[in-house]
């Protein structure tokens, strides 16, 4: 037998709409109705809707993660990120819908507009967002409910949860100068990420608070791929004076660091120590184990989706930046300064 909302209302003694009302989750009814009709609606196991209640609440019942597809997808950060994502969506009835924020419509205004229009979504899960995009305008001016994830965008007024960046690398710079270190480079991220640039800036101030030697060969760039990391690897470790450590914006660059380290027969932590940001899985697994920034990412995507979750069933707009902690893995992979005359 299908239950249906005539069926509750008429048990609980008040209208149909009321009913509605409450399992669509909005307000406007007495805290004991609510209560009771909720009541009567499990012990009939009555099974909502989901297609008819987005329609009568005018929404869609998906929700949008917007990333770029070229490297992210796939990657442990965006699994980590996305388990986060279906902790605080579980049991919603919520979808998810992907956008690429590497595609020409994303980037631009009016195309951007007919795209959210057709595949239409109650908010947004913004990830890897680069200092030169430029749909947060758009998405502003439509009124999107969004929240930013992993960055904190220069604009006040956009949500966004991310982690404390600054203090990871400062933690990363101050272990190795505590075991000894005092040539320390740094293998820097994309310059379009304010992420990686907060991470540089960092490593910079530790160098001139602690007045250590700093010669522009140091600093290495990099994208955040192991492959750069090789390269950077390369030029550090033929440096005169070589840097005794090295710190990387994120783990994969630091495994390149590490495989560079090896093809020139040169041992790590014994010849030079290395530190990575992230955290990965694999950054326990590998030999040496990697000392790295932990960020907790899984917390980071849930607590985005949670804040997201709740002004959109408040019929509001996220507001806020949340600045989650790190703390320092410190495993095999660093340890004190090799003598002076093996490091040159």
Do not use: W
């Not at 008819?52 to 609440?57: E, K, L, P, Q, V």
Request: hydrophobic share 40%; charged share 25%; with cysteine.
């Amino acid at each position: 037998m299908n239950i249906t909302m005539e069926d509750i209302a008429r048990e609980c003694g008040v209208t149909k709409m009321t009913v509605s009302r409450v399992l669509a989750g909005r307000n406007g009814v007495k805290p004991a109705t609510r209560d009771k009709i909720m009541a009567v609606a499990n012990r009939l196991n009555y099974e909502v809707n989901a297609l008819a209640r987005n329609f009568n609440s005018n929404r869609s019942g998906f929700i949008g993660i917007a990333t770029p597809f070229d490297g992210l997808l796939g990657s442990t950060y965006f699994e980590q990120l996305f388990m986060g994502f279906r902790r605080a969506l579980k049991d919603t009835g919520l979808d998810y819908a992907l956008f690429d924020t590497n595609s020409a419509p994303f980037n631009d205004g009016e195309k951007l507009r007919r795209l959210y229009r057709q595949k239409r979504v109650d908010g947004l899960l913004i990830i890897a967002l680069h200092t030169t995009d430029r749909f947060l305008g758009t998405l502003e001016e439509l009124r999107t409910p969004m929240v930013v994830v992993g960055e904190q965008p220069e604009c006040p007024t956009v949500c966004s949860v991310s982690c404390n960046d600054e203090h990871g690398i400062d933690l990363a710079c101050r272990h190795l100068f505590s075991l000894g270190h005092r040539r320390i480079a740094f293998v820097e991220g994309p310059r379009d990420f304010a992420t990686a640039d907060r991470r540089r800036a960092a490593y910079v101030k530790f160098c001139r608070d602690h007045q250590l030697e700093n010669p522009p060969i140091y600093t290495q760039p990099g994208d955040f791929t192991v492959r750069s990391g090789r390269d950077a690897g390369r030029a550090l470790l033929h440096a005169k004076p070589r840097p005794t450590a090295v710190v990387a914006a994120n783990d994969r660059m630091a495994f390149g660091v590490i495989d560079t380290a090896r093809e020139l027969n040169l041992s790590v932590p014994n010849d030079i120590s290395v530190a990575g940001f992230d955290d990965l899985r694999s950054a326990a697994d590998r030999h040496p184990s990697l000392t790295t920034v932990h960020q907790p990412v899984i917390e980071m995507g849930e607590l985005s989706a949670r804040t997201l979750l709740e002004s959109i069933n408040n019929n509001g707009i996220p507001s806020g930046q949340t600045v989650m902690e790190v703390s320092l893995a410190v495993r095999e992979s660093t340890a004190p300064p090799p003598s002076e005359s093996a490091s040159i």
